[in-house]
């Protein structure tokens, strides 16, 4: 996603919204470690945030997904207040600064739906209502990460780890790959 070098410093205050924020703490350390997050983990993690480029696109992609549901956003919703830390994240991710960040949040408020339907009711429906639009999973929504896009990923790790558990060093046994594969798509 990006590089150490291309991301900018990150500010005490975003660490500080990291280290409040336990859901995406927790998830960072147990993708990159597997295990849930120790006394020095956030020390750990800033110390190769800023040198290793894997840390680096682990942290940013969860942090996108568990913080922002997946997708980046371009502006702060209107009417929403964040902690600062979290308006870097958001600004850092997008690519701006934490000004323009919020320039573009003040410009953009969220347009709001109308209280009440003004035409005349369709197919019997009481007037004021409307009916949610359903969009199906396959609708190219890719910036978009689901629940159960999620915990496949999850299931997904936690079988590599397992895997790689029971590995001789770097030599991993054809018949347990093929084992993994049988079980994760099982033609």
Same mark, same amino acid.
């Given at each position: 996603? /990006?590089?150490? !070098?291309? @991301? #900018?410093?990150?500010?005490?205050?975003?660490? =500080?919204?990291?280290?409040?924020?336990?859901?995406?703490?927790?998830? =960072?350390? %147990?993708?990159?470690?597997?295990?849930?997050? /120790?006394? &020095? @983990?956030?020390?750990?993690l800033r110390d190769r945030f800023e040198t290793d480029p894997f840390t680096c696109d682990v942290l940013v992609d969860v942090i996108a997904e568990i913080a922002f549901g997946g997708r980046v956003p371009a502006t702060r919703p209107g009417g929403v207040t964040w902690d600062r830390g979290l308006i870097?994240?958001?600004?850092?991710? !997008?690519?701006?600064?934490? +000004?323009? @960040?919020?320039?573009?949040?003040?410009?953009?408020?969220? #347009?709001?739906?109308?209280? @009440? %339907?003004? &035409?005349?009711?369709?197919?019997? +429906?009481?007037?004021?209502?409307?009916?949610?639009?359903?969009? #199906?999973? $396959?609708?190219?929504? =890719?910036?978009?990460?689901? #629940?159960?896009?999620?915990? $496949?990923?999850?299931?997904?790790?936690?079988?590599?780890?397992?895997?790689?558990?029971? !590995?001789?060093?770097?030599?991993?046994?054809? !018949?347990?790959?093929?084992?993994?594969?049988?079980?994760?798509?099982?033609?």
């Amino acid at each position: 996603m /990006t590089s150490p !070098s291309r @991301f #900018p410093p990150v500010p005490a205050y975003a660490w =500080a919204w990291l280290q409040r924020s336990r859901p995406v703490l927790v998830e =960072a350390a %147990d993708r990159l470690t597997g295990a849930p997050p /120790t006394a &020095g @983990f956030l020390d750990d993690l800033r110390d190769r945030f800023e040198t290793d480029p894997f840390t680096c696109d682990v942290l940013v992609d969860v942090i996108a997904e568990i913080a922002f549901g997946g997708r980046v956003p371009a502006t702060r919703p209107g009417g929403v207040t964040w902690d600062r830390g979290l308006i870097w994240w958001a600004a850092a991710l !997008s690519g701006t600064t934490p +000004a323009a @960040f919020e320039a573009q949040s003040v410009a953009a408020p969220a #347009p709001q739906a109308a209280l @009440f %339907d003004t &035409g005349p009711a369709a197919g019997g +429906a009481a007037p004021g209502r409307r009916r949610a639009a359903v969009v #199906p999973a $396959e609708s190219g929504d =890719a910036g978009r990460s689901s #629940p159960l896009a999620q915990r $496949e990923r999850r299931a997904l790790a936690d079988a590599l780890r397992q895997l790689l558990r029971a !590995s001789d060093g770097d030599q991993v046994s054809a !018949s347990a790959i093929r084992q993994l594969v049988a079980q994760l798509d099982p033609r």
